[in-house]
């Protein structure tokens, strides 16, 4: 019998002063069951960073051919591929091809450098490929404000995001990495 995803319940309360984007989103993440709470958070980080009134998860996180995240318009074109982790790069020339911007969420600890190291060469041919890592003790940090069920405060200023559920708040600084 196959295991079945588990449901969150995300209250996000998001104040993005550079994009002057403030608003109120319900989400509700399927958290299949081999997902770590650390990746979901990743997911939601990314979500914030990105939201949009176009902006949406997929519906089925198993399909590897089309984003878990994305952004497309009205004729169904895809405007913005979100990834995460250190995906293959066959994976992430796909997206590049399908997509007007592709943006990775890498983490991982000590092993993103290496892992961009090791595709430097391949991936700087993506010219709409954005990669931004975020270290590892935050990633950390934000985990532990994971719950079934969340009610969050988000806000983006001068490239910092802060995140709060009203008791622990967390700061988060992520490196964008440049391939050129």
């Known amino acids: 019998m196959a295991l079945r995803s588990s449901v969150v319940k995300v209250q996000l309360q998001l104040a993005d002063l550079e994009r002057h984007y403030y608003q109120d989103h319900s989400l509700t993440l399927a958290q299949h069951p081999s997902e770590t709470a650390q990746r979901l958070m990743v997911r939601l980080l990314a979500f ?55 943006r990775l969420y890498a983490y991982g600890g000590r092993a993103v450098p290496i892992w961009l190291a090791n595709h430097a060469k391949e991936l700087k041919r993506f010219e709409q490929l954005e990669i931004f890592e975020l270290p590892e003790d935050q990633l950390k940090a934000l985990t532990e404000l994971y719950q079934r069920s969340m009610r969050l405060q988000c806000t983006i200023n001068e490239g910092q995001v802060w995140f709060t559920d009203g008791t622990q708040s967390v700061e988060l600084s992520l490196v964008q990495h440049r391939l050129s």
């Open 48 to 102: 914030a960073l990105n939201a949009s009134e176009h902006l949406e998860f997929s519906s089925n996180l198993s399909d590897e051919g089309e984003p878990e995240l994305s952004e497309k318009n009205l004729h169904g074109e895809i405007l913005l591929w979100v990834a995460f982790g250190q995906p293959d790069e066959k994976w992430l020339r796909k997206a590049c091809q399908r997509a007007q911007r592709v």
